[in-house]
């Protein structure tokens, strides 16, 4: 189905949630040029939440999307841990690092009772979900604010579960896309469809709306996507050079030099897979290791060195999270760069 | 570049080769309706290559393409093939095959002065290449001819180089195609593109007409890749129902199951890697083995045990290529396909 289909917003474009590398100014500024901006909550604690809320609301009154992931969370797994310390042991050596000293960190939660009764005041257009759905109950908390509730699909299979367990529109994650996999019937990486070919599989096969996602950087990409079937889009990796995101300085280095060609999906960084620029570590260790902790523990053991490694100026140990289309980045507001990506949009 | 470009046909569609699912009757039915039909000649001996284009000839007055692999035959590794068979042992054991009695296939030859002279007098319109370019001298015999020198790029490296070295266009093999990828500079999957990322990128990096591979299957596919900047499209997967195609009943009844919604990139059938539906020694052996022997000298330890499996019925080791999205596959004339393929395409 590509329409009746409405965001609330002027151009059916979506900015993707990026949690690490934006807020809410990005968010804001692609809400005001007519965009559904989003606001990553994955990674803030209670109050980091609120204040970005209230921040957003602030800056825009428009509809902005909130994202939350909602996996399990595991329990610690200390052999595991130690496994993981261990095949680090040569780089704690080389920074110095005591590995019995590395605490754990804040980590990622997933969308819970506190979470919602926190954003419930906010009152979000839209409310979108990484690694499936929240249970029924707290789903029909957030739909019965009149939110519309987005997920993301990696395969036929995940979308037509998301679309039976009560999701309002489908984003077809193609394995372009920058980021964590939002796969979450399979663990299994082959499992994974390029956008041309994923795009649609998903809009035959399910009734709703679907959003495409990966690749896309440019005017050009925007419409190809609708002309897929895609009812509107979702765009990341084009908004992180972008003034009001948030990217490090290394981390825009890399998108702009020739190391952005090359990516790959890596657990090394999380414990699950997601897609960034290859770098050293991803190239010594390899991009998938089995003996990662559990997502979101594997983010602690490697912290101490991407924290080191950045204070010399190297991104050997960051996540550099990147699509497979860097090549739409652009160091300009991101207002503009939303109304770039719109240009070849029929008007309305 | 987008245009001009021209193969000589009326429709920018090249009906891609598939060898061991097509011949010459698929390619002269694509050419009469207006695409550019192509003959896979990688598996064929040169009386079956004489014989092949001689039909192609009587069958049709349009230009069609003959497609090539360039790759540098490996000189046979006796270990390696002990240590394969000795993963294919249980299937041995199984099907009571003695893999002592296992003769060597009639495996793929890459393009020679030998080739070129047989091809030579049937003057293609179109000569296509996997896995780089043949030598300079044999390249330049093929341009003597007038010939347009096609050749397959996974990466915008391989599209510069591919460039560089003579090609007069780029197919941008994105990694949703099925059957063998292209790539010829990297054997590491992970520098692998999906479409909607690489044909914008390559379009980009050269000043060739681009064809877009992979994920194409129906009509919107074909104008999006326009969209995205493509001068032509390349279709493989959509055609392997139709009647002039050779595929066999359990490689078509493969890919109207929902089997077909899972492919991978494996190199258990030949060596390399290439795309197909995963299938029971894909599953049981994980679809990348280090143990293969080189391309293409794996396809012979396989073959006894696809003989034996085909011949119970069951396609456990066949290899089931086909792109990440067969949904366009429809058992209807390749004419007829061709034309649904080109109706969003303006009228020229």
């Known amino acids: 189905m590509q329409l009746p289909f409405s965001l609330g917003t002027?151009?059916?474009?979506?900015?993707?949630?990026?949690?690490?590398?934006q807020g809410s100014a990005l968010a804001a500024a692609v809400c005001n040029a007519g965009g559904l901006?989003?606001?990553?909550?994955?990674m803030l604690s209670p109050q980091q939440l609120r204040d970005e809320l209230t921040q957003l609301r602030q800056l825009t009154d428009m509809p902005f999307n909130v994202n939350f992931f909602c996996h399990t969370p595991p329990a610690p797994d200390a052999a595991r841990e130690t496994r993981w310390r261990s095949a680090l042991a040569p780089y704690y050596a080389e920074y110095g690092i005591d590995p019995s000293s590395i605490a754990a960190g804040p980590g990622r939660n997933p969308f819970n009772e506190e979470t919602a009764a926190l954003v419930e005041a906010f009152r979000p257009a839209v409310v979108s979900f990484h690694f499936g759905l929240p249970h029924t109950d707290l789903l029909q908390r957030v739909k019965a604010w009149g939110a519309k509730v987005l997920s993301s699909a990696t395969t036929v299979e995940e979308a037509l579960w998301l679309q039976e367990?009560?999701?309002d529109a489908i984003i077809a994650?193609?394995?372009?896309?920058?980021?964590?996999?939002?796969?979450?019937?399979?663990?299994?990486?082959t499992t994974q469809v390029g956008t041309f070919a994923l795009l649609p599989q998903i809009v035959q096969a399910v009734n709703l709306p679907v959003i495409a996602a990966g690749g896309i950087a440019d005017a050009r990409g925007v419409a190809a996507a609708m002309v897929l079937g895609a009812s509107a889009v979702q765009v990341g990796t084009a908004y992180m050079l972008c003034p009001e995101a948030t990217t490090s300085a290394l981390h825009r280095a890399a998108l702009q030099s020739p190391a952005a060609r090359h990516?790959?999906?890596?657990?090394?960084?999380?414990?699950?897979?997601?897609?960034g620029i290859v770098n050293r570590v991803i190239r010594e260790l390899g991009p998938l290791s089995a003996a990662t902790p559990q997502f979101p523990l594997a983010t602690t053991a490697m912290a101490p060195l991407r924290a080191k490694a950045e204070a010399a100026g190297r991104s050997d140990f960051s996540p550099l999270w990147s699509g497979q289309n860097a090549s739409g980045c652009k160091s300009i507001p991101a207002a503009e760069l939303t109304h770039q990506l719109a240009a070849l949009l029929p008007h309305r």
Chains 1, 2 share one sequence.
């Not at 896309?177 to 663990?187: E, I, K, P, T, W």
């Not at 090394?268 to 897979?273: A, W």
């Open 37 to 42: 901006g989003s606001l990553p909550c994955a």
């Open 173 to 189: 994650q193609g394995l372009e896309a920058g980021g964590h996999r939002g796969m979450f019937l399979s663990d299994n990486i």
């Open 165 to 167: 367990h009560g999701a």
């Open 263 to 275: 990516t790959a999906l890596t657990n090394l960084f999380t414990g699950r897979p997601a897609r």
């Open 10 to 21: 002027t151009l059916p474009i979506i900015q993707a949630p990026m949690a690490g590398v």
